[in-house]
């Protein structure tokens, strides 16, 4: 008995490397946040070329909000589709769409041309980002999860500054189209990378919840175009009855996950995971903040203080490389701690750099003082993308890495979708308040420096608009006190590949396991 065993072991094939597959997807999931950051530069570019006529500059907020919304509504049905045809052909099937649909943006010749090309690329980057985390999750054991999330948030971290640096270079240097087009070769050289790295990992059937999917997708709509056009439209009474609508359909959708007999879209019983719920939460309050932060502090740096758009990047560089320098590390020390001696302080620290930077705007501050809140925001990003990541997905069974992943990011989209939205009403309210008549006025917002008798008043209403991220940062920080200290955590000085015995690492056959505490 003992020599056969020895022999079968002795004949299995050798565990494969999981790192080449996680680097080549890392190029796609890039070049997916790069296009988010690089269009918040970009978009007083964008207005003046695209929509000079008029100031709401809740219409090149679509540009964000269609790519955003588009990104979130199939989330949680293409991290199925990942575990029914193989993650890799899914990312594989999205990345071609993404890096087309750059083409026909760059190409774009009106506002409405973008929106329309950029709600396509959402659709691609909502094929390929569910695969990417499960991927990690199905190919890492959970005791080394925190270092593979760790590279994940680190690439966020580089794209934070290489996503706003291109973008200010390029707009500066060749033209807002430009910002889409370098997209074309990082996209076939991350098609070619997963076609040869990434393995096709075993396959699971499940049956899709139409009923699920048509459902989120009227009651995201419904909320997210009532918030994006209620300033608009005077917070007219059917504005509200949308917004209103939409929470409606969205409270029947989980109504109708609850009741299902078949395999509903959302599996409620991951919920039952503690960590798991309000990692959620506190994915939602993050990706509200991140979207929404930086539209008030590019307009203000770029019309208020007469900045290009390279040079209002340039602020950036501190938050780029502080965090990409320090994710790893934060993700190896997450293996072996609870996850909330990281996510507390990371949280703190960014909502802090957001109250540093509205004080910063409020006290006409020197340029280069904006450098301080940005070094501030990147020590806290480092303590904050990894850690929620690798707490929400430790302890998915692999036969619903796909959906749980599907889930996680829906929820993060969805904050920025709402965040997005939010924020484009928001700064037009306090731009109103700050400027009666502003929406009236024949000169855009977008087409350069701001007139100085407006300066001040513009400039109070960007600060005045950063307090919505803040008041949202810091609700994040309220749910991550309420995580468990995980039961599967690496002791120090235990080997990379020790694998507990309370907790397996994923078999390659995708067993279930309880994800429950």
Known sequence: MTDSRAASVASAPP??????????????????????????????????????STNNLDNVVWVTSAYLLTYAVPLLVTGRLGDRFGPKNIYLVGLAIFTIASLACGLATSLEMLIVARA???????????????VITRTFPPQRRGAAMGLWGATAGVATLVGPLAGGLLVDGLGW????????????????????????LPKSTHKFDLLGV???????????????????????????????????????????????????????????????????????????????????????????????????????????????????????????????FLLVPGLLL??????????????????????????????????????????????????????????????????????????????????????????????????????PQVVEGFATAMGQALLLPIGVIFLGLIAVLFMRRPSVIRPHGAPRDATPAAQPAPSAQGAPASAGE
Request: aromatic fraction near 10%.
């Open 350 to 451: 960014v909502g802090g750099s957001l109250v540093l930077y509205a004080a910063l705007i409020f006290a006409d501050a020197a340029v280069w003082a904006f450098l301080i809140p940005s070094a501030l925001m990147g020590i806290g990003n480092a303590g904050m993308w990894g850690p929620l990541a690798t707490t929400a997905t430790r302890n998915l069974p692999p036969r619903q890495a796909g959906a749980g992943a599907g889930i996680y990011n829906t929820t993060r989209t969805v904050g920025s979708v709402i965040g997005s939205a939010s924020i484009a009403a928001f700064m037009q309210a306090r731009l109103e308040a700050n400027l009666p008549g502003a929406g009236d006025a024949t000169e855009s917002f977008g087409s350069g420096s701001l007139p």
């Open 120 to 134: 396509v690329q959402g659709l691609g980057a909502a094929l390929m980002t569910p695969q990417t985390m499960a």
């Open 214 to 340: 048509a459902l989120s997708a009227v009651g995201l709509f419904l909320i997210v175009f009532g918030l994006q056009e209620g300033e608009h439209f005077d917070w007219a009474a059917w504005i509200w009855a949308m917004v209103v609508a939409g929470v409606v359909v969205m409270a029947l959708f989980v109504w109708t996950q609850a009741r299902t007999k078949s395999e509903p879209l959302v599996p409620l019983d991951l919920f039952r995971d503690r960590n798991f719920s309000v990692a959620n939460l506190a994915i939602a309050a993050v990706g509200f903040t991140v979207t929404s932060m930086a539209l008030p502090q590019m307009f203000y740096l770029q019309l208020a203080r007469g900045l290009t758009p390279t040079e209002s990047a340039l602020l950036l560089i501190p938050l780029a490389i502080l965090s990409g320098a320090l994710a790893p590390s934060a993700g190896k020390l997450l293996d072996r701690t609870d996850p909330r």
């Open 177 to 200: 189209e430009w910002i889409f087009f370098i997209n074309i070769p990082v996209g076939v050289i991350g098609f070619i990378a997963a076609l040869v790295l990434v393995p096709q």
């Open 15 to 52: 565990e494969r490397n999981p790192w080449p597959a996680l680097w080549a997807l890392v190029i796609g999931f890039f070049m997916i946040l790069v296009d988010t950051t690089i269009v918040s530069v970009a978009n007083p570019a964008i207005k003046a070329a695209l929509d000079p």
